[in-house]
């Protein structure tokens, strides 16, 4: 069954789709969804994004969640949620920056954990190779596992 008709089926079952559950079948459907089905980011991909040509969106996302963290009057215990990491690239940006800057802010390292949640197993592999940090498949499991605020980049 192709995408097209797994959609039709939905609605013509169920009524229609919201766009949310639309894009969640066209992107994440195991059978037919874009990222199961081989996605390729980078220079050679289908696409490319921010991370993957300058470290720079990483870098000015990690100097505001800093900048964010000291005028909230938070501890020094960031931790950092993206969702579809795809390569890890941003996050690496991001980590590597904090731990370059953060004791500016701080006045000592700040303590720092990562999570990266992703639904495609090409990217969840991938991005364990570029840079480890835990990855989990659902949202709602990082959630329930986290006691600490979360600054979540989409």
């Known amino acids: 069954m192709s995408l097209l008709s797994h959609i039709s089926r939905q609605i013509r079952l169920s009524g229609p789709l919201s766009v949310a559950a639309f894009m969640r079948e066209v992107i994440a459907d195991p059978l037919h969804g874009y990222y199961p089905q081989a996605a390729r980011i980078g220079h050679k991909g289908d696409f490319i994004t921010a991370p993957e040509l300058t470290p720079v969106f990483g870098e000015i996302i990690a100097a505001w969640s800093l900048l964010y963290w000291q005028q909230a009057k938070l501890s020094n215990h960031i931790h950092i949620a993206e969702l579809g990491p795809g390569t890890g690239s941003l996050m690496r940006d991001i980590v590597d920056t904090i731990g370059i800057i953060g004791p500016a802010f701080f006045g000592k390292p700040p303590k720092l954990s990562a999570s ?19 990855l989990i498949k659902k949202r709602s499991l990082l959630n329930k596992s986290l006691r600490t605020p979360i600054i979540y980049l989409e």
């Open 116 to 134: 990266m949640v992703e639904i495609s197993e090409q990217f969840y592999s991938g991005a364990r190779k570029t840079f480890y940090v835990e």
